[in-house]
């Protein structure tokens, strides 16, 4: 037995333990000198507690299996320490393996084939900037180190923490020599791109963190970052994805599509830099909530499969906005404008801004009104989808109308093109837009609150169908209003205002069913065919309009007619008057110039003028 009694700082010549001899450190340190060798042929047994076991540089240990207390082995200028194959290398504390970036500790077995054993039992590691090759831990005590690496991936029991690749080169990413370290990157990597290198994926590539500061090139590709990416130089992508699952901040740096390549962000996008336009979707895939960088996209996509993408500015698409099952849009303050086609099938929420579409637009989803104004300038077909309003906002309808969905809220409805189709639905306040044209309608249509007719606009009810108006609000005519055979309905449950403006209408019924609430005219009115008081009170004594009736004035029990100055005028063929009321209500002056009147039940006139003509007056009470 050779046993220490003391500290061996540095030992400068080779070890060699003979057959039967056993080395004992006990509790000291023995520190090898660069480029020396430790044979064992003997017994190495378990040095004492506090024993260090130190190579200085680079080192063989040869021999049979060797115990150590703490062993440490520094690499200044790329050393190497060698270990026996097929051999145990037990470590009872502290192991500390170290290199320097390019300057790596280097590990392997003597012939880079059989496999040496490096068993840390106890203690603390430290291990950094080291290459391994054939040394291996064990599966109950792995070696976990940093900025290191497996040379030729054949460990089992090392933990490597992703390591920062350097690519200082132009070519492509597979070519090992292209990287500073002379090695691929492995998947769980980090990696940097120089300034003026240009690093170009020849295959589907995954990596953690990327610094870029030169270029990268995905052509068809799928590149897979998993960890943060910070791009100060470019990114260029063809027709392949970006799948960016980390943070993403492009400030200083370019993001260019030159074809219908992918960009998908799953977390925080600080930037997207310069920002190509002209190709390329961004999709913003979290699987929850996240920001949309105000930006000028091409094509533009909220996906994820739920959560809430809200804008952190304006944001201008080029070219498609999608919008996925369950994902929302949430515009918060700011304005967004779309070129082309517009898909939403989850919700796009519009606060109290404008969203712009200028595309075609087609709504399996929601869209929600607050204050704001949708402003569809394409095709607009919600047939699936619902448009909800949730104040006083506005949607702007430019184009042809397919279906409206399912409608609700109290907003407005504008028909602001030229030749529209105005479609068939229940609104609540309804608009014929622009300053010209004619807008038909669809079908029946119902207006809960207002329905206005800009001047130079005209609504006609179709001459082949003469569908029918129901106003639950005030009608104001500044236009034009063909009125074919079409009936106008006032069923509102408040007072209620009609400004007829120059056009006549065919039939007009009043059944509001408020209590005691007024219909009141604002100008002269010109019915084609009857007028009906179902229920309700017609007010002409506010603005004392001129009426003309050239159908039946039919007033049922409990309908009121609140006359005025004007004068009420009867210049149909035949025609009938009737009111169920016990007591008729004063009609106020009239002026008869039917061919044959009929009154069918007491009536009551101011005063009453017949014309000049063959007039056939048959009543049994005037």
Avoid at 306 to 335: C, E, N, R
């Amino acid at each position: 037995t050779f046993a220490l009694s003391e500290d061996s700082d540095y030992i400068t010549g080779d070890i060699t333990i003979a057959v039967n001899t056993t080395f004992d450190m006990g509790a000291f340190n023995l520190t090898v000198a660069d480029r020396q060798t430790v044979t064992n042929m003997g017994t190495w047994p378990a040095p004492g507690v506090g024993s260090t076991f130190t190579c200085t540089g680079n080192a063989t240990l040869a021999g049979e299996d060797m115990n150590f207390f703490n062993f440490s082995a520094t690499s200044t200028s790329t050393d190497t320490v060698i270990f026996q194959g097929t051999k145990t290398y037990t470590v009872a504390n502290d192991l500390a393996l170290s290199g320097g970036d390019g300057s790596e500790l280097y590990l392997k077995s003597d012939d880079g084939v059989a496999t040496a054993t490096l068993s840390n039992t106890g203690g603390a590691q430290s291990v950094d900037y080291v290459r391994v090759l054939k040394v291996d831990g064990t599966d109950a005590n792995h070696i976990s180190a940093t900025n290191s690496w497996d040379e030729d991936g054949s460990l089992e029991y090392w933990d490597f923490a992703a390591m920062i690749y350097t690519f200082d080169t132009t070519g492509d990413w597979d070519i090992a020599t292209n990287w500073s370290q002379n090695r691929i990157p492995a998947e769980t990597d980090n990696i940097i791109v120089n300034a003026g290198q240009t690093l170009t994926l020849d295959g589907d590539r995954t990596i953690n963190d990327i610094d870029v500061d030169g270029t990268i090139v995905v052509g068809g590709d799928e590149f897979t970052i998993n960890g943060a990416s910070d791009i100060d130089g470019t990114i260029t992508v063809v027709a392949g994805t970006i799948d960016a699952n980390g943070t993403f901040d492009a400030t200083n740096g370019t993001i260019t599509f030159t074809d219908a390549g992918d960009l998908t962000l799953d977390s925080t996008v600080t930037s997207l830099g310069t920002l190509s336009t002209t190709n390329g979707t961004v999709t913003y895939d979290a699987a929850g909530d996240q920001d949309i960088v105000a930006d000028v996209y091409y094509s533009l996509t909220a996906g994820g499969g739920s959560g809430t993408k809200t804008l952190g500015g304006d944001v201008t698409v080029a070219g498609d906005l999608t919008i996925d099952t369950d994902v929302t849009i949430a515009m918060d303050t700011h304005l967004l404008t779309v070129t082309n086609v517009t898909d939403i099938d989850g919700t796009l929420a519009v606060a109290d801004n404008t969203l712009t579409l200028d595309g075609t637009s087609d709504i399996d989803g929601t869209i929600t009104i607050s204050t704001g104004t949708v402003d569809a300038n394409g095709a607009f077909d919600a047939t699936n989808g619902t448009i909800t309003f949730s104040d006083a906002g506005n949607l702007n309808l430019f184009s042809a109308v397919t279906d409206l969905g399912t409608l609700s809220g109290n907003g407005t409805v504008t028909y602001d093109g030229t030749a529209q189709t105005l479609f068939s639905d229940t609104y609540y306040n309804l608009t014929a837009g622009n300053s010209s044209g004619i807008k038909t309608l669809g079908g029946a249509v119902t207006v809960d609150n207002d329905l206005v007719i800009n001047a130079g606009v005209t609504i006609d009810v179709s001459s082949s169908d003469d569908y029918s108006i129901s106003v639950g609000g005030a009608l104001e005519n500044n236009g034009i209003f063909s009125a074919q055979d079409g009936m106008v309905t006032f069923n509102g449950s408040d007072n209620q205002i009609f400004t007829p403006g120059s056009s006549s209408y065919y039939n007009i019924t009043l059944n509001n069913a408020g209590d005691a609430k007024l219909l009141t005219i604002v100008g002269d009115l010109e019915i084609d065919h009857d007028l009906t008081l179902t229920d309700g009170s017609l007010d002409l004594d506010t603005n004392d309009p001129a009426i003309s009736i050239a159908g039946d004035l039919a007033i049922s029990d409990g309908s009121v007619w609140t006359k005025g100055g004007g004068i009420v005028t009867f210049d149909g063929a035949t025609q009938s008057l009737s009111d169920a009321n016990t007591t008729p209500n004063d009609l106020g002056g009239a002026l008869i110039n039917s061919t044959q009147m009929t009154v069918t039940t007491d009536a009551t006139f101011s005063s009453i003028q017949i014309s000049s003509a063959s007039v056939t007056i048959i009543s049994s009470s005037v």
